[in-house]
């Protein structure tokens, strides 16, 4: 069996699947988780975090301009650091798709500021269901689905700050126990919760078989749509915080300030329009591109070939999204709360971000003529400190995220990762060597 898609996807389709990627969960979620670690410094935090975000990503945008493929950060790693190394990283890349729980359990509070009397798990459920419904039709039409709904996330995001931008008491902004409640360390904790966000377009890299033009277009979409997202992150969390006490926001969603500061009928709207659909368009994302890794795999031996089965109309790989739904719906109908599935999920998250990072480092001598004809130019010096750098910001990032998980946290992470290197260890080559 080969894994072949349709290339139908456009910059825009791309761009906005990046862009909703990152910022429905850090707008609209984790801001005022944000808030709580660090108070008047969320904005700072919110930049921070984006430029380091744009710092690791490169590596990546450039080995998607040298080497487009489905499955685009798996392929990277197997090609330059052999099967073993690439499915490591997709192993672990798998189990942090529990993430999706957090986009849905956010879409069910927005829902619940309209409706208090709903079930704010059965919510997260059952939006989980309709944009699983939407990606067996196709990533096309997913793509179009993203579009609508980013144009009304950012006209809502927008009318948040113009209506709260000249209400800011811009004095709070001032001194160490406004901007460092929890000093330094709640500061990177904050950057560190944000970073689940604001990194989240390098994934797009996944639907590099499916882009019309991706050497030119996957770096773009991932730089621009990261560029784009600090500007409203910054703005937005100047609102969030600097109107009501953080007390009031700290912790909450940004629903609290858009029902102070927004007329009734212009808050219904934002609601929809910006709460709502920020989510939705994260969750949309998730499913258009988490699969795309896992169908190579299965071709490549690593998983059971008939769980890749692409539907012959759709061209939807509709197996894997039933497992990707029943991925996310499990924390939610368990009751897992906010914060723990984004420490625990992030943690991860840090890991097996440095496997492509090591692979862009040791691309110029493994595959000198792919690195060659990458259409983003960078020197192999400029691409070895890129990737030095980047390291550097995921330990710092994973100590932090991981300081801040109990025990059987600990222990499911420790868990895993032991499975998953046996698993890689022991698998017979043979199986899977035409994956390198």
């Avoid at 450039?62 to 499915?87: E, H, I, N, Q």
């Avoid at 144009?151 to 126990?177: K, M």
């Avoid at 689940?196 to 730089?223: C, H």
Wanted: aromatic share 12%; with cysteine.
């Amino acid at each position: 069996m080969s894994v072949h898609l349709n290339r139908s996807l456009s910059f825009l389709d791309v761009f906005a699947i990046a862009l909703g990627q990152i910022i429905g969960s850090g707008i609209m979620v984790l801001i005022g988780i944000g808030i709580e670690f660090t108070a008047y410094a969320i904005p700072m935090a919110f930049v921070l975090s984006a430029t380091l975000s744009v710092i690791k990503q490169l590596p990546v945008a450039f080995m998607g301009s040298a080497m487009p493929a489905t499955g685009g950060l798996y392929v990277y790693c197997k090609r330059v650091l052999g099967p073993r190394a690439g499915f490591f990283y997709l192993a672990i890349l798998l189990i942090t798709h529990i993430l999706i729980a957090l986009f849905a359990l956010g879409f069910a509070e927005y829902a619940a500021a309209l409706i208090p009397q709903v079930n704010v798990r059965a919510v997260a459920a059952g939006i989980l269901v309709v944009f699983y419904i939407v990606n067996l039709f196709g990533v096309k039409p997913a793509a179009i689905v993203q579009k609508f709904m980013i144009v009304f996330l950012l006209i809502g995001l927008s009318t948040l700050i113009f209506f709260g931008i000249l209400e800011v008491d811009y004095a709070q902004f001032a001194g160490r126990e406004a901007l460092l409640p929890n000093g330094w360390y709640g500061f990177g904790l904050a950057c560190v919760v944000l970073s689940f966000s604001t990194g989240g377009a390098q994934y797009v890299s996944e639907l590099g078989g499916e882009m019309k033009n991706p050497e030119r277009d996957l770096p773009r979409a991932i730089i621009y749509s990261t560029l784009v997202a600090a500007v409203f992150f910054a703005l937005v969390s100047v609102v969030a915080v600097g109107i009501l006490p953080v007390e009031q926001t700290a912790g909450k969603p940004l629903s609290e300030v858009a029902r102070e500061i927004l007329p009734p009928g212009l808050y219904v709207a934002f609601i929809v329009g910006a709460g709502l659909f920020a989510l939705a368009t994260s969750i949309n994302s998730t499913f258009s591109w988490a699969t795309k890794s896992v169908l190579i795999a299965c071709d490549d031996g690593w998983l059971p070939r008939g769980l890749a089965v692409v539907n012959r109309r759709f061209n939807t790989p509709h197996i894997l999204l039933t497992c990707l739904l029943v991925l996310g719906a499990a924390p939610v109908l368990a009751g897992w709360e906010l914060r723990y599935i984004i420490m625990l999920g992030g943690g991860l998250v840090f890991i097996y971000d440095l496997i492509p990072l090591i692979a862009a480092f040791r691309l110029p001598e493994k595959l000198p003529e792919v690195f060659a004809r990458a259409q983003m130019r960078l020197s192999a010096t400029q691409l070895k400190s890129l990737c030095v750098i980047g390291g550097l910001i995921l330990m710092g990032q994973g100590a932090l995220s991981f300081s801040d998980i109990d025990r059987t946290g600990w222990i499911l992470v420790a868990g895993y990762l032991l499975l998953v290197g046996a698993y890689v260890r022991f698998k017979r080559i043979e199986e899977v060597s035409h994956a390198a």
